[in-house]
């Protein structure tokens, strides 16, 4: 009784894992789908509003889902106190505190710092070419990452519950 109990537990267990590594993958997909919207909000912002860079990010924060509104409300908290910390620096300090627990890969998160310190150094018309470049770049990882997620996430879910139920003959 107890033999089939603990089967059941590792066929479930090894399910449980392939499901979580195919879930992970469609959450870093919305992630960088809201990575997009952020880039849209920011370019409307600078480029309509011609709001300065902590307003933008103020008024982002409103728009946005967690965790990229608690990103964009510190971005805009921190700015606000002129420590004296460039934008790269304060960007890199607020995605590793604050993004540290999305799905984002560390790729994602390089890139969304590199983003952020060119950001800060470059007046409206070349923030907005930083966007907008950064914005292509994002799209094909978009792309990457979504044809990745419908080529891998099934796979990932039926070889965890084979890789269960293979281990399970193997106790059996």
Known sequence: MFKIVGLLLVVCGCTAMGLSAGNEMERRIRELRELLKLLEILEGEIGYANAALAEAFRHGARRMA???SGFLEHMAEHM???RGDTLGEIF???VQEDLK???LCRKDLDALTGFGEQLGYLDVKMQ???IGLYK???THEYARAREDCR???KLYRCLGL???LFLALIFF
């Open 101 to 103: 627990g999305t799905a």
């Open 66 to 68: 967690e965790p990229f």
């Open 136 to 138: 292509e770049q994002l």
């Open 128 to 130: 907005l070419a930083a």
């Open 92 to 94: 890199m300090r607020h």
């Open 162 to 164: 084979m890789g269960g």
């Open 151 to 153: 080529k891998n996430s």
């Open 80 to 82: 606000d106190e002129f």
